[in-house]
């Protein structure tokens, strides 16, 4: 067998987009009907945020939000049916999915070395035995795969409509025009960041 044939090709189908347009909800579907595994790359960049607060780092700190992305303990284990999201073996999956988790998110991912180290960690996740088709959300994969990239976008109104309800459902008091603003305001700071900035195409 040569190299070339030696190479695992993981396939891969990704879905891009900005925040709040449902590539969460969608990617879970579609992981679930194909039986691919899910890896969610804006997960990494939040949770990246979250060990900053536990470990007092400040989210400009590059080399040290870096330091942190390399070294991040997580894990994704499924409990009785429901996904679980572990940081240092502590359940984050609801502190990770607010607004100002978001937030916070989208300013490490600005930060060329958290992208550079997170990007690391997102190949060591699809290098995992069994890990041979796996959907993510987007990230420059600069290595050998199969890739089918979908972008799934809705407009900022649209987004901030849909977040206000799910808000609204989970019985929290939010304000549709502060959630559009908010969501302006990470749409300007993705698209516009100079490593890898967010973009239909
Ligand atoms: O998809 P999300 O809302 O969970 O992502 C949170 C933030 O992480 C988003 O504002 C931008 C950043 N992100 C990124 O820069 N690159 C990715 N591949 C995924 C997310």
Do not use: C
């Not at 290595?143 to 901030?160: G, I, K, P, Q, V």
């Not at 959630?179 to 993705?190: H, P």
């Amino acid at each position: 067998m040569n190299d070339h044939a030696a190479t695992l090709v993981v396939p891969v189908l990704t879905i891009d987009g900005p925040g709040g347009a449902g590539k969460g909800t969608i990617s879970g579907l579609v992981a679930e009907r194909l039986g691919w595994h899910l890896l969610d790359s804006g997960a990494l960049y939040r949770l990246t945020a979250q060990a900053a607060v536990k470990h007092n780092v400040a989210v400009d700190d590059e080399l040290e939000l870096a330091r942190l992305a390399e070294q991040l303990d997580v894990s994704f284990p499924v409990e009785d049916g429901q996904p679980r999201t572990l940081l240092e073996g502590e359940d984050v999956g609801q502190i990770i999915r607010t607004e100002q988790a978001g937030e916070r998110a989208s300013q490490v991912a600005a930060l060329p070395a958290v992208r550079q180290a997170l990007l690391q960690r997102q190949r060591d996740f699809a290098n995992l035995p069994g890990w041979w088709l796996t959907v993510v959300t987007w990230e420059r994969w600069s290595f050998l795969m199969h890739r089918s990239r979908f972008f799934l976008t809705a407009s900022a109104d649209e987004r901030a409509r849909r977040r206000y309800l799910q808000l609204q459902e989970a019985g929290v008091d939010a304000s549709l025009s502060s959630l559009l603003k908010e969501i302006q305001a990470r749409d300007a700071r993705d698209t516009q960041r100079s490593v890898a900035p967010l973009a239909g195409r």
